[in-house]
């Protein structure tokens, strides 16, 4: 079945970076987009950023250029650049794929950003 595992969040300070990875199987991940959502306390669920099966990103407003998506096929794994992080940055981290018309979520890694 489909997993999804991710890893990385933790408490820094504000400018500070981070790397979120997402550990991926149970199905073809070269195949698949896949995107990274965050949520923040009190507040809906949002899409922080996307990545096509050929490695075509979008993000956010509020995180271009300051985040960075990127994938590695070999390893199964999505990662997650974060740089110049900023307290509205932090919530819990989610890692997404789609497949079969079903939506699969990991379970979430919490990033902490304190000034």
């Known amino acids: 079945q489909v997993q999804l595992v991710e890893s990385g969040g933790g408490l820094v300070q504000a400018g500070e970076s981070l790397r979120l990875s997402c550990a991926a199987s149970g199905f073809i991940f070269n195949m698949l987009n896949m995107a990274w959502y965050r949520q923040a306390p009190g507040k809906e669920r949002e899409l922080v950023a996307t990545?096509?099966?050929?490695?075509?990103?979008n993000y956010d407003h509020s995180v271009k250029g300051r985040f960075s998506v990127s994938r590695d096929n070999a390893k199964t794994t999505m990662y997650l650049q974060m740089n110049s992080l900023q307290a509205e940055d932090t919530a819990i981290y989610y890692c997404?794929?789609?497949?079969?018309?079903?939506?699969?979520w990991g379970k979430g890694t919490p990033v902490t950003v304190s000034t």
């Open positions: 997404y794929v789609l497949q079969s018309g079903v939506h699969y």
């Open positions: 990545i096509s099966s050929t490695g075509s990103t």
